[in-house]
């Protein structure tokens, strides 16, 4: 049998600790495949092997049909071996965007407990039910805290006078980017999963303490579980009426309908990153490796946003994020993107983000304040009349 391991590269690892306190392996004795913590590794201190092994089976039982799959495995790899489709994220059904153990999107009941398929070793006589219909979904989240400045879409004019959001993140990215600024946040996979009340009822108390205005869920990528940010949101506005109620998002895998049901459940406010105007840029920043679905994530951001400004610009207040770094981006570059906001509203509030070194791009340099200052002259030429950089 041909079967992908993966394997500790001692000239690389640090001893940092996150695979002991962060991403932790669920099967430490017989590696799995699932990959999680070879995306996760700081220090990318991980290789991918394969090998061939003699053939062992296991008997699991799907929805009271026994099946024989190959052992040891990922429940995802056994699950998809037998025929189970794994879709995708914007669906709500069952997916698995992020193969990291912190987006709960891919769980399953397995023996009677809600449990994530890509990360979970099978077992002889595992017993697992699909149909998660009546149950509540969960998901990792940090915080919440109390946040100063807020996200992409945090309207300018609030911003300055004291905590202006109360904020919550949520584990679990479907994008690589190697200079992730909250790593420990999207490789998590190992704190306690909650339910969409318990987070809305955590944020809505912190945001009252700190008397903030608006409430914010960003990541991660938050809108990997649809089933748990819908139900966020719908608590969330129980608790928070009047709130102005923020999504911070990459934009990758929304589409027109999953927008419609996050403003019908309460969401007023929408942080979309692009990042990017071309796809090479694109690649270097979220470290995808196919070009096909980089192209393809990069324009559904672009067409979001677009969709976002067209239809609720009178309902929902809409911010675009960019990832500065002239390790990535041309001036040429900015001017495209530019001239590809000023095309769909040049009133559109920007945010250019200055990447810092984090992750695994630790040699990173951040901007000076005179490079970012002639970032925000670019983007003001081209017309645009709301360009925040963060310095
Ligand atoms: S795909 Fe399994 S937790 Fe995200």
């Known amino acids: 049998m041909h079967r992908v391991t993966v394997e500790v590269d001692n000239n690389k690892c640090r001893n940092c ?22 995306y996760a590794c700081p220090y990318e201190a991980r290789k991918i092997k394969t090998e061939e092994t003699e053939e062992e089976y296991v008997e699991i039982l799907v929805d009271n049909v026994r099946y024989r799959v190959p052992y040891p495995s990922s429940l995802k790899d056994a699950l998809t071996r037998i025929g189970i489709i794994f879709d995708s994220p914007s669906t709500g059904r069952l997916s698995a965007p992020c193969n990291l153990g912190g987006c709960w999107a891919c769980s399953v009941l397995v023996n009677g407990e809600l449990e994530r398929t890509c990360i979970t070793p099978i077992e002889d006589g595992m017993r697992i039910e699909l149909d998660t219909e009546d149950i509540e979904p969960l998901r990792i989240i940090h915080g919440p805290q109390p ?10 004019w609030e911003v300055g006078y004291g905590y202006v959001e109360a904020a919550i993140w949520t584990a679990g990215c479907n994008l690589r980017c190697p200079q992730c600024q909250n790593y420990h946040v999207t490789y998590d996979n190992s704190s306690e999963a909650v339910t969409p009340r ?3 009822i955590m944020v809505t108390v912190c945001s009252r303490r700190y008397n903030t205005r608006g409430v914010a869920v960003s990541g991660g990528e938050p809108t990997l579980n649809k089933k748990w940010l819908l139900k966020f949101f719908q608590e969330l506005r129980k608790l928070n009426p009047y709130k102005r109620l923020h999504l911070d998002s990459n934009g990758t895998i929304l589409t027109r309908e999953y927008v419609d049901e996050l403003v019908e459940s309460g969401c ?3 942080g979309v990153e692009p990042k990017a105007c071309r796809v090479e840029t694109y690649m270097m920043i979220t470290g995808l490796k196919d070009y096909d679905l980089a192209r393809e994530y990069l324009e559904n951001s672009w067409n979001i946003l677009k969709y976002l400004v067209d239809q609720y610009s009178e309902k929902v207040y809409v911010g675009a994020g960019f990832a500065y770094n ?7 570059e900015l001017e495209e993107i530019g001239d590809r906001i000023a095309s769909i509203d040049q009133s559109l509030q920007v945010t250019v983000l200055d990447y810092f070194p984090s992750f695994r791009r630790r040699w990173l340099k951040r901007p000076t304040v005179n490079e970012i200052l002639r970032v925000k002259q670019i983007l003001e030429d081209k017309g645009l009349r709301t360009v925040i950089v963060q310095t």
């Open 17 to 38: 600790g996150f695979c002991n306190q962060v991403n932790i392996c669920r099967s430490p004795n017989q590696c799995i495949g699932c990959l999680s913590c070879y």
């Open 147 to 156: 946040h100063k400045v807020g996200g992409k879409a945090t309207p300018w």
């Open 198 to 200: 318990e987070a809305a």
């Open 268 to 270: 007023n406010n929408i």
């Open 326 to 332: 002239r390790e990535w981006m041309t001036l040429e």
